[in-house]
Nanobody, 123 residues
Framework: QVQLVESGGGLVQDGGSLRLSCAAS????????MAWYRQAPGKQRELVAR???????KYADSVKGRFTISRDNAKNTVHLQMNSLKPEDTAVYYC?????????????????WGQGTQVTVSS
């Protein structure tokens, strides 16, 4: 079983920065593929970034160059550093985990999810 708890969301102005964290309660963190998804009101959940157990990363085109995903296996934590935030980044951000290195973007392939954290970017 894997439990995920996100933190670090909040309200920030256009152009600002936030750092999201996801703490995992599990003994198998080092082999998990981790991802950040987001869901805005009335929209589908979309992949923001993911990182494999080996550290390989992938980003949505809309956040490339602005967001960075990283993991700390010693602390069972994955982070999402978000810079140059825009109002269109406003959403609930979710941390997700998969025991296999899934390379797609289908959220249904991630069996473990956190409760989400709200990110609001004001213009």
């Amino acid at each position: 079983q894997v439990q995920l708890v996100e933190s670090g969301g909040g309200l920030v102005q256009d152009g600002g920065s936030l750092r999201l964290s996801c703490a995992a309660s599990t003994t198998i963190f080092s082999i998990l593929a981790m991802a950040w998804y987001r869901q805005a009101p009335g929209k589908q959940r979309e992949l923001v970034a993911r990182i494999t157990s080996g550290g390989s990363t992938k980003y949505a085109d809309s956040v490339k160059g602005r967001f960075t995903i990283s993991r700390d296996n010693a602390k069972n934590t994955v982070h999402l550093q978000m810079n140059s935030l825009k109002p269109e980044d406003t959403a609930v951000y979710y941390c997700a985990a998969n025991p296999s290195n899934y390379y797609g973007s289908n959220p249904a392939m991630f069996p473990y999810w956190g409760q989400g954290t709200q990110v609001t970017v004001s213009s």
